[in-house]
């Protein structure tokens, strides 16, 4: 059975940082995608990030645009487990963030039906 299962979520003040883990078992994901989504309350799910690997030691990543220059992506495929480091962080950043993995196409898609795996999401919130 996968699983994905987040941590690292928690209360933290407007500028400061938080590193989100996303540990993945039941299956190894190394060739897929695998991203972050948030949803705010009333919103509708955001892209985050996403990353794949390309070759060696070489990644992929991509950002959505709220979140560029501030947040950023990374895997240990040894560890199966991938993380988003989230900086000068916003009380617009509040949200449930949830990581999903892309095992058929392995693109870094913004699309939420791209992915057919997802953990249950951690809370995230920025105060002002």
């Known amino acids: 059975q996968v699983q994905l299962v987040e941590s690292g979520g928690g209360l933290v003040q407007a500028g400061g940082s938080l590193r989100l883990s996303c540990a993945a078992s039941?299956?190894?994901?190394?060739?897929?995608?695998l991203g972050w989504f948030r949803q705010a309350p009333g919103k509708e799910r955001e892209f985050v990030a996403a990353i794949r690997w390309k070759a060696g030691s070489i990644y992929l990543a991509d950002y959505g645009d709220s979140v560029k220059g501030r947040f950023t992506i990374s895997r240990d495929n040894a560890k199966n487990t991938i993380y988003l480091q989230m900086n000068s962080l916003k009380p617009e950043d509040t949200a449930v963030y949830s990581c999903?993995?892309?095992?058929?196409?392995?693109?870094?898609?913004?699309?939420?039906?791209?992915?057919?795996?997802w953990g249950q999401g951690t809370q995230v919130t920025v105060s002002s």
């Open positions: 039941g299956r190894t994901f190394s060739s897929s995608a």
């Open positions: 999903a993995a892309d095992s058929q196409t392995g693109t870094l898609s913004h699309l939420e039906g791209q992915y057919e795996y």
